[in-house]
């Protein structure tokens, strides 16, 4: 089955479209018949949001207040842009024959309190992706989650899960966007996933603050690396409650954003620009290595946008010390695709009837089936459910001539 993944994260800098074939079957090798899904990329598009989209997207997200209308516009906005992008990743990836596309939509309100989840949110209607494509839509994975007692994320741990299974040693995967995420397999006992904290949020926030709106992030991390943490100012974000919650956990914007910021820097005398942003990025790294170290971690398998900055990098490798820093394209997924293809398994699970969340990451009461199916134009067919779901993903080579994951780029 051909089938694109839709995502926008918390960044909400860009959408991204992963096209895959997946296919079921059962690895014999040893024995016992062990049912695995084969994952083949055939390559991803990115673009941006159009300006006055990303801004009014910007302009309605926590803490600010909106109106149901807003979110009318915006519901719309980004489901057409979704739907643009699908048509073009069908085009130039699936030849025109993609089966199903799989959509996170954009998350604009995550109702976390007191260690638990109440609610999600992920705008961006899919009746625009199926209209456009023709293509039947799996969308709204979180909510099912949540509805069961879960956190409604990380969703990607369950695709990590049956990345990382059978690895020697203590393997995790770690996803830095907006907020950064974590699922961590044990030697024994359950695997543990969660959100650590901020990725590239405050980070963000505190450069397009900084250059009046005219940056949006730290490119190539090249103000980090001229300034110098700030100890004490480091101490009182460290200091933050959310930091020694138990998982599983999750966060989002509507703690870690510029007025969360701002009320940390009451009191101290204004920072260098480069400071301050030396100070968010060795927050992240702490708090990402702070979170793994107590379960051991030996390797860290990163993806995201966090990757593309060096110097955040850097001082993560030296706040792991001994655990060993990789990228996700050394299991096969580009560390710029991966969580878009982690929807297109997740979609295929649902039309197949399979559950695409993992309990004990997530918190939720036991597997569920997630998200809802938007019919194409065709009748919907949903295929033969089989007996068990695949505890394995196999990622084969991408064809000849295939680029898996281009730099985000400007669309056509």
Sequence with gaps: MRVIGLMSGTSYDAMDAAACDLELYEDEDEGAAEPRLALTPLGMVSEPYPPELRAAL???????????????????????????????????????????????????????????????????????????????????FRTRDVAAGGQGAPLVSLVDLMLLRGRPGVPAALNIGGIANATVVPRTGEPVAFDTGPGNALIDAAVRRLGGGRLTCDEDGALAAAGQVHEGLLAR???????????????????????????????FEPLPPQDL??????????????????????????????????????????????????????????????????????????????????????????PRVLGAITPGN???????????????????????????????????
Aim: charge should be positive.
């Design 58 to 140: 910007a302009e309605a997200l926590p803490p600010a207040a909106t109106t149901l209308a807003e979110v009318c516009r915006l519901d719309t906005g980004i489901g057409r842009a979704f739907a643009r992008l699908a048509v073009r990743a069908d085009r130039e990836l699936c030849a025109g024959r993609a089966d199903l596309i799989a959509s996170h939509g954009q998350t604009v309100y995550h109702w976390a309190a007191g260690g638990n989840v109440y609610g999600t949110l992920q705008i961006g209607e899919p009746a625009w992706i199926a209209e456009a494509t023709g293509r039947p839509v799996v969308s709204g």
């Design 237 to 267: 974000l460290l200091a933050d409650p959310y930091y020694r919650l138990p998982a599983p956990r999750t966060t989002g914007k509507e703690l870690f954003h510029a007025g969360y910021l701002d009320s940390r820097l009451a009191g």
């Design 277 to 366: 942003i030396a100070t968010l990025t060795r927050l992240t790294a702490r708090t990402v290595a702070d979170a793994l170290r107590p379960l051991g971690a030996t390797e860290v398998f990163a993806s995201g946008g966090g990757v593309r900055n060096p110097t955040l990098m850097g001082m993560l490798r030296a706040e792991l010390g001994r655990t060993v820093l990789r990228s996700s394209a050394e299991l096969g997924l580009p560390a710029a695709a991966k969580e878009a293809y982690a929807f297109a398994v997740l979609g295929h699970l649902t039309l197949h009837g399979l559950p695409g969340n993992a309990p004990a990451c997530t918190g939720a009461a036991g």
């Design 378 to 412: 065709r009748p919907l067919r949903l295929p033969a459910t089989p007996v068990t779901a695949p505890r394995a993903l196999t990622v084969r080579p991408a064809p000849e001539g295939v680029t898996a994951s281009p730099a985000h780029a400007e669309g056509p």
